[in-house]
Protein backbone atom coordinates (compact mmCIF):
# COMPACT_ATOMS: atom_id res chain seq x y z
CA UNK A 1 0.00 0.00 0.00
CA UNK A 2 1.07 3.46 -1.02
CA UNK A 3 2.56 5.42 2.23
CA UNK A 4 -0.51 8.14 3.08
CA UNK A 5 0.26 11.54 2.02
CA UNK A 6 -1.22 14.33 3.93
CA UNK A 7 -4.74 15.41 2.58
CA UNK A 8 -4.89 12.32 1.20
CA UNK A 9 -7.66 10.63 3.63
CA UNK A 10 -7.66 7.27 4.88
CA UNK A 11 -6.62 4.39 2.47
CA UNK A 12 -7.70 1.50 5.10
CA UNK A 13 -11.11 0.32 6.34
CA UNK A 14 -11.78 -1.50 9.18
CA UNK A 15 -14.88 -3.38 10.00
CA UNK A 16 -16.33 -4.74 13.19
CA UNK A 17 -18.65 -7.80 12.29
CA UNK A 18 -21.43 -8.91 14.65
CA UNK A 19 -24.01 -6.51 14.70
CA UNK A 20 -22.35 -4.58 11.69
CA UNK A 21 -21.67 -6.47 8.44
CA UNK A 22 -24.78 -9.45 9.83
CA UNK A 23 -27.18 -9.60 12.31
CA UNK A 24 -27.26 -11.87 14.86
CA UNK A 25 -29.10 -12.77 17.95
CA UNK A 26 -26.70 -11.89 20.87
CA UNK A 27 -28.23 -14.65 23.62
CA UNK A 28 -26.14 -17.16 24.29
CA UNK A 29 -28.61 -19.90 24.49
CA UNK A 30 -29.80 -20.89 20.65
CA UNK A 31 -33.56 -21.98 20.28
CA UNK A 32 -32.21 -24.55 17.23
CA UNK A 33 -30.41 -26.87 19.38
CA UNK A 34 -29.17 -27.09 23.22
CA UNK A 35 -25.69 -28.31 22.83
CA UNK A 36 -24.88 -27.76 26.29
CA UNK A 37 -27.79 -30.35 27.25
CA UNK A 38 -26.30 -32.90 25.25
CA UNK A 39 -22.97 -32.33 26.50
CA UNK A 40 -23.61 -32.88 29.87
CA UNK A 41 -26.03 -36.17 29.26
CA UNK A 42 -22.97 -37.62 27.19
CA UNK A 43 -20.67 -36.43 30.26
CA UNK A 44 -23.35 -38.56 32.37
CA UNK A 45 -24.53 -35.56 34.63
CA UNK A 46 -28.31 -36.08 35.33
CA UNK A 47 -29.61 -32.78 34.31
CA UNK A 48 -32.87 -31.21 32.13
CA UNK A 49 -32.33 -28.81 29.36
CA UNK A 50 -33.53 -25.67 31.43
CA UNK A 51 -30.73 -26.51 34.14
CA UNK A 52 -28.20 -27.02 31.58
CA UNK A 53 -28.98 -23.98 29.70
CA UNK A 54 -28.68 -22.21 33.16
CA UNK A 55 -25.93 -23.40 34.26
CA UNK A 56 -24.25 -22.63 30.41
CA UNK A 57 -25.40 -19.13 31.18
CA UNK A 58 -23.46 -18.88 34.39
CA UNK A 59 -20.33 -20.22 33.00
CA UNK A 60 -20.57 -17.75 30.46
CA UNK A 61 -21.03 -14.90 32.70
CA UNK A 62 -18.63 -15.12 34.88
CA UNK A 63 -15.72 -15.55 32.07
CA UNK A 64 -16.79 -13.55 29.75
CA UNK A 65 -17.28 -11.10 32.60
CA UNK A 66 -14.23 -11.46 33.50
CA UNK A 67 -13.15 -10.59 30.13
CA UNK A 68 -15.18 -7.71 29.75
CA UNK A 69 -13.24 -6.16 32.43
CA UNK A 70 -10.02 -6.76 32.28
CA UNK A 71 -10.08 -6.72 28.38
CA UNK A 72 -8.33 -9.88 28.31
CA UNK A 73 -10.01 -12.26 25.97
CA UNK A 74 -11.28 -15.77 26.75
CA UNK A 75 -12.00 -18.67 24.71
CA UNK A 76 -14.99 -21.02 23.68
CA UNK A 77 -12.68 -23.93 25.10
CA UNK A 78 -12.40 -22.33 28.42
CA UNK A 79 -15.47 -21.63 28.46
CA UNK A 80 -16.84 -24.90 27.86
CA UNK A 81 -14.35 -26.33 30.49
CA UNK A 82 -16.15 -24.05 32.70
CA UNK A 83 -19.16 -25.26 31.86
CA UNK A 84 -17.55 -28.75 32.82
CA UNK A 85 -16.44 -27.71 36.15
CA UNK A 86 -19.98 -26.18 37.25
CA UNK A 87 -21.51 -29.13 36.45
CA UNK A 88 -19.11 -30.96 38.23
CA UNK A 89 -20.00 -28.43 41.49
CA UNK A 90 -23.69 -29.44 40.38
CA UNK A 91 -23.11 -33.14 40.59
CA UNK A 92 -21.34 -33.46 43.49
CA UNK A 93 -23.84 -31.09 45.88
CA UNK A 94 -26.49 -33.76 44.05
CA UNK A 95 -24.48 -36.85 45.38
CA UNK A 96 -24.93 -35.44 49.16
CA UNK A 97 -28.48 -34.95 48.64
CA UNK A 98 -29.38 -32.01 46.33
CA UNK A 99 -31.24 -32.49 43.45
CA UNK A 100 -30.70 -30.25 40.04
CA UNK A 101 -33.58 -30.51 38.82
CA UNK A 102 -35.32 -27.31 37.22
CA UNK A 103 -38.14 -27.61 39.05
CA UNK A 104 -36.83 -29.00 42.35
CA UNK A 105 -37.41 -26.97 44.81
CA UNK A 106 -34.58 -27.65 46.96
CA UNK A 107 -32.24 -26.99 43.92
CA UNK A 108 -28.19 -27.46 44.84
CA UNK A 109 -26.28 -23.93 45.38
CA UNK A 110 -24.58 -24.45 42.45
CA UNK A 111 -27.93 -24.42 40.39
CA UNK A 112 -29.37 -21.65 42.59
CA UNK A 113 -25.92 -19.58 42.08
CA UNK A 114 -26.20 -19.83 38.33
CA UNK A 115 -29.71 -18.15 38.23
CA UNK A 116 -28.27 -14.66 39.31
CA UNK A 117 -26.14 -15.39 36.42
CA UNK A 118 -28.38 -16.68 34.11
CA UNK A 119 -29.33 -13.26 32.97
CA UNK A 120 -25.93 -11.94 32.24
CA UNK A 121 -25.48 -14.74 30.55
CA UNK A 122 -28.29 -14.07 28.00
CA UNK A 123 -26.91 -10.46 27.60
CA UNK A 124 -23.40 -10.99 26.61
CA UNK A 125 -23.32 -10.39 23.68
CA UNK A 126 -21.92 -9.04 20.95
CA UNK A 127 -18.94 -11.06 21.08
CA UNK A 128 -21.19 -13.40 21.98
CA UNK A 129 -19.97 -17.07 20.07
CA UNK A 130 -16.79 -15.17 19.26
CA UNK A 131 -11.39 -18.63 20.76
CA UNK A 132 -7.45 -18.76 22.97
CA UNK A 133 -6.80 -16.53 24.77
CA UNK A 134 -5.58 -15.60 28.74
CA UNK A 135 -7.98 -17.10 31.13
CA UNK A 136 -10.21 -13.68 32.18
CA UNK A 137 -8.92 -12.04 34.71
CA UNK A 138 -6.57 -14.68 36.13
CA UNK A 139 -4.05 -14.60 33.28
CA UNK A 140 -4.12 -18.70 33.13
CA UNK A 141 -6.32 -21.08 31.23
CA UNK A 142 -9.01 -22.23 33.19
CA UNK A 143 -8.41 -26.64 33.31
CA UNK A 144 -11.12 -29.09 32.50
CA UNK A 145 -13.05 -30.88 34.84
CA UNK A 146 -11.47 -33.72 35.43
CA UNK A 147 -12.57 -36.83 33.68
CA UNK A 148 -13.58 -34.80 30.99
CA UNK A 149 -12.45 -35.87 27.28
CA UNK A 150 -10.93 -33.17 25.41
CA UNK A 151 -12.71 -34.00 22.16
CA UNK A 152 -15.93 -33.87 24.20
CA UNK A 153 -15.16 -30.15 25.14
CA UNK A 154 -14.01 -29.69 21.26
CA UNK A 155 -17.77 -31.33 19.83
CA UNK A 156 -19.88 -28.96 22.43
CA UNK A 157 -17.98 -25.58 20.70
CA UNK A 158 -18.36 -27.42 17.29
CA UNK A 159 -22.11 -27.87 17.92
CA UNK A 160 -23.15 -25.25 19.86
CA UNK A 161 -21.37 -22.59 17.24
CA UNK A 162 -23.17 -24.25 14.32
CA UNK A 163 -26.50 -23.84 16.36
CA UNK A 164 -25.35 -20.21 17.21
CA UNK A 165 -24.76 -19.48 14.23
CA UNK A 166 -27.75 -20.72 12.23
CA UNK A 167 -29.40 -17.16 11.81
CA UNK A 168 -26.70 -15.11 11.46
CA UNK A 169 -27.58 -13.24 7.77
CA UNK A 170 -25.58 -10.44 6.30
CA UNK A 171 -26.99 -7.17 7.07
CA UNK A 172 -28.70 -4.47 4.61
CA UNK A 173 -26.65 -2.52 2.79
CA UNK A 174 -22.96 -4.55 3.56
CA UNK A 175 -22.57 -6.09 0.32
CA UNK A 176 -22.91 -2.80 -1.25
CA UNK A 177 -21.13 -1.07 0.83
CA UNK A 178 -17.99 -3.28 0.65
CA UNK A 179 -18.16 -3.28 -3.03
CA UNK A 180 -18.14 0.22 -2.81
CA UNK A 181 -15.19 0.82 -0.25
CA UNK A 182 -13.04 -2.35 -2.02
CA UNK A 183 -12.46 -0.24 -5.10
CA UNK A 184 -10.05 2.45 -3.55
CA UNK A 185 -9.69 0.87 -0.18
CA UNK A 186 -7.91 -1.42 1.85
CA UNK A 187 -10.29 -3.95 4.29
CA UNK A 188 -10.17 -5.67 6.97
CA UNK A 189 -12.35 -7.10 9.78
CA UNK A 190 -11.36 -6.43 13.36
CA UNK A 191 -13.74 -8.01 15.42
CA UNK A 192 -14.35 -9.67 19.71
CA UNK A 193 -14.69 -13.29 19.42
CA UNK A 194 -13.96 -15.77 21.38
CA UNK A 195 -13.18 -18.52 18.59
CA UNK A 196 -9.96 -17.75 16.01
CA UNK A 197 -11.89 -19.32 13.18
CA UNK A 198 -15.20 -18.08 13.58
CA UNK A 199 -15.42 -15.15 11.38
CA UNK A 200 -13.57 -16.40 8.71
CA UNK A 201 -15.82 -19.20 8.56
CA UNK A 202 -18.66 -16.90 8.49
CA UNK A 203 -17.39 -14.01 5.69
CA UNK A 204 -16.97 -17.25 3.38
CA UNK A 205 -20.45 -18.03 4.29
CA UNK A 206 -21.75 -15.03 2.93
CA UNK A 207 -19.13 -14.88 -0.11
CA UNK A 208 -17.62 -11.83 1.17
CA UNK A 209 -13.96 -12.91 2.39
CA UNK A 210 -12.48 -12.08 -0.65
CA UNK A 211 -13.09 -7.93 -0.12
CA UNK A 212 -10.88 -8.47 3.47
CA UNK A 213 -7.36 -8.86 3.95
CA UNK A 214 -7.16 -9.29 7.05
CA UNK A 215 -8.89 -10.57 9.97
CA UNK A 216 -8.08 -9.57 12.82
CA UNK A 217 -9.25 -11.24 16.18
CA UNK A 218 -9.10 -10.70 19.97
CA UNK A 219 -8.74 -14.27 20.59
CA UNK A 220 -5.55 -14.33 18.10
CA UNK A 221 -4.20 -10.48 19.65
CA UNK A 222 -5.09 -11.85 23.37
CA UNK A 223 -6.94 -8.50 24.04
CA UNK A 224 -10.18 -7.55 22.90
CA UNK A 225 -11.92 -3.63 22.06
CA UNK A 226 -11.73 -1.18 23.31
CA UNK A 227 -8.61 -1.75 23.97
CA UNK A 228 -5.89 0.15 22.13
CA UNK A 229 -3.76 -3.57 21.52
CA UNK A 230 -6.09 -4.65 19.02
CA UNK A 231 -6.79 -1.67 17.06
CA UNK A 232 -2.77 -1.73 16.71
CA UNK A 233 -2.12 -5.02 15.80
CA UNK A 234 -4.37 -4.26 12.70
CA UNK A 235 -2.77 -1.09 11.78
CA UNK A 236 0.72 -2.94 12.49
CA UNK A 237 -0.27 -5.61 10.11
CA UNK A 238 -0.59 -2.52 7.50
CA UNK A 239 2.01 -0.60 8.22
CA UNK A 240 -0.06 2.10 8.57
CA UNK A 241 -1.10 5.20 11.35
CA UNK A 242 -3.79 5.83 12.79
CA UNK A 243 -4.89 8.26 10.55
CA UNK A 244 -4.80 6.03 7.45
CA UNK A 245 -7.76 3.88 9.18
CA UNK A 246 -11.69 4.36 9.53
CA UNK A 247 -13.16 2.62 11.46
CA UNK A 248 -16.84 1.15 11.11
CA UNK A 249 -19.14 -0.36 13.88
CA UNK A 250 -22.39 -1.04 15.61
CA UNK A 251 -20.89 -0.63 19.37
CA UNK A 252 -20.36 2.29 20.75
CA UNK A 253 -17.38 1.32 23.07
CA UNK A 254 -15.78 -0.96 21.42
CA UNK A 255 -15.60 0.56 18.02
CA UNK A 256 -16.36 3.99 18.32
CA UNK A 257 -14.69 5.12 21.52
CA UNK A 258 -11.83 2.61 21.16
CA UNK A 259 -11.01 3.45 17.93
CA UNK A 260 -10.97 7.78 18.82
CA UNK A 261 -8.49 7.15 21.99
CA UNK A 262 -5.80 5.73 19.80
CA UNK A 263 -6.88 9.07 16.86
CA UNK A 264 -8.94 6.41 14.52
CA UNK A 265 -12.05 7.83 12.88
CA UNK A 266 -15.26 5.82 13.47
CA UNK A 267 -18.50 5.56 11.44
CA UNK A 268 -21.17 4.43 13.99
CA UNK A 269 -23.58 2.01 12.45
CA UNK A 270 -25.39 0.92 15.77
CA UNK A 271 -28.66 1.40 17.75
CA UNK A 272 -30.01 5.11 17.21
CA UNK A 273 -30.11 6.69 20.98
CA UNK A 274 -29.66 9.93 22.75
CA UNK A 275 -26.81 11.73 20.93
CA UNK A 276 -26.33 8.71 18.66
CA UNK A 277 -26.85 9.16 15.39
CA UNK A 278 -26.29 5.64 13.00
CA UNK A 279 -26.17 5.89 9.31
CA UNK A 280 -27.12 2.86 7.49
CA UNK A 281 -24.15 1.07 5.63
CA UNK A 282 -24.56 1.92 2.05
CA UNK A 283 -23.99 5.59 3.25
CA UNK A 284 -20.80 5.01 4.59
CA UNK A 285 -18.43 4.44 1.74
CA UNK A 286 -19.08 8.00 0.59
CA UNK A 287 -18.59 9.27 4.71
CA UNK A 288 -15.01 7.66 4.22
CA UNK A 289 -14.00 9.44 1.02
CA UNK A 290 -15.36 12.69 2.19
CA UNK A 291 -15.44 13.14 5.58
CA UNK A 292 -13.06 14.79 7.86
CA UNK A 293 -9.30 14.19 6.01
CA UNK A 294 -10.38 13.65 2.96
CA UNK A 295 -8.83 15.82 -0.07
CA UNK A 296 -12.19 17.98 -0.13
CA UNK A 297 -12.19 21.58 0.42
CA UNK A 298 -12.06 22.97 4.26
CA UNK A 299 -15.09 24.27 3.67
CA UNK A 300 -16.72 20.93 2.61
CA UNK A 301 -14.58 19.13 5.63
CA UNK A 302 -16.11 21.22 8.14
CA UNK A 303 -19.45 21.00 6.22
CA UNK A 304 -19.35 17.22 6.77
CA UNK A 305 -17.82 17.14 10.20
CA UNK A 306 -20.69 19.35 11.31
CA UNK A 307 -23.14 17.82 9.89
CA UNK A 308 -22.30 13.72 10.88
CA UNK A 309 -21.00 14.59 14.12
CA UNK A 310 -22.01 11.39 16.84
CA UNK A 311 -21.45 9.24 13.81
CA UNK A 312 -17.81 10.28 12.64
CA UNK A 313 -15.54 10.05 15.36
CA UNK A 314 -13.15 12.62 15.80
CA UNK A 315 -8.97 12.38 16.13
CA UNK A 316 -7.34 12.23 19.25
CA UNK A 317 -4.03 11.74 20.74
CA UNK A 318 -2.93 8.98 22.24
CA UNK A 319 0.34 7.03 23.10
CA UNK A 320 0.92 3.85 22.12
CA UNK A 321 1.20 1.55 25.31
Known amino acids: MT ?28 H ?3 APHEFALRAGFDVDGATASVLWGQAWAELDGAAERSGRECSMHEIAAHYAEVLGEVGAEAATGGT ?34 AAAGAGAAVAPASGVDERELDRLVTEYLDAWTANIRLADGALACLKDLARDHTLAVVSNTHNAELVPRML ?118
Open 3 to 30: ARTPGQGPTHVYFDFFGTLVDYDPSVHP
Open 32 to 34: ERN
Open 204 to 321: RRFGIDHFFTDVVTSIDVGWRKPRPEIFFAALDTHGIDTGSAVFVGDNWAADIEGPREIGMRAIYVGAPTAGRFPVPLVEVPPLVRNGPGSPASASASASASASVPAQYGTSCRYDRP
Open 100 to 133: PGAGDPGRTAAAARAGAAAGAGAATGAGAATGAG
